[in-house]
């Protein structure tokens, strides 16, 4: 099979990490991969920032548990028996927004075409982590933590910016089996 089908078909969301750090290099490689992403005339409206430091892990993690339970509110009255499916995983994980990832890449806008141009630039990354060996995640509750402002002064982050990710990447602590995928709806013409 074609290398980049079979990356794509093999990617998976990783939800649990060793705790080996993973060399700059290597981030620095899965940025780049990122940064070769396609953007609207070529804007590449996006700048990263790398989380590893675990203190502001940890504030972050404080700063968007409430926010994100916040958000999945309406789904205790939508779809109750989801919604007790996340608070158990909130209760009983240490770290249910970033999974202890060792490191955090916070893709920020910074430009025009933002919108359509910066998850191209997520999705090459994760699949830059997969062909390196590493795990990743797009994991979106972890943006929510805009509203503390040590946060945002650490990610150099402006009221008119908006987070894409953050990706989370490390070491996986095992394989994840592929969810059951539904054939894709194609109308030819």
Not at 168 to 182: F, L, N
Request: net charge negative; hydrophobic share 40%; charged share 30%.
């Amino acid at each position: 099979m074609n290398e980049i089908l079979k990356a794509i078909k093999e990617r998976r969301s990783v939800r649990a990490y060793k705790p080996e750090k993973v060399p700059k290099e290597i981030i620095a490689a899965i940025i780049e991969a990122g940064n070769n992403a396609p953007s609207g005339m070529n804007s590449q409206p996006w700048r990263f920032v790398v989380v590893e430091d675990e203190e502001l892990h940890k504030k972050m993690l404080e700063a968007a548990v409430p926010n994100a339970k916040r958000v999945l509110e309406p789904l205790k009255t939508s779809n109750p028996e989801r919604y007790q499916l996340i608070m158990k995983r909130y209760e009983e994980l240490k770290d249910p927004i970033y999974y202890s990832a060792p490191a955090i890449v916070f893709v920020i806008e910074n430009g025009p075409y933002a919108d359509l141009s910066c998850p191209l630039a997520c999705e090459n990354m994760m699949l830059a982590a997969h062909s390196l060996g590493l795990g990743s995640c797009w994991v979106a509750f972890g943006s929510f933590v805009t509203d503390n402002e040590e946060i945002k002064k650490a990610l150099d982050l402006k009221d008119d910016e908006k987070i894409f990710g953050p990706i989370i990447i490390g070491y996986p602590e095992g394989v994840t089996e592929p969810p059951e995928k539904k054939p894709p709806e194609i109308k030819w013409l």
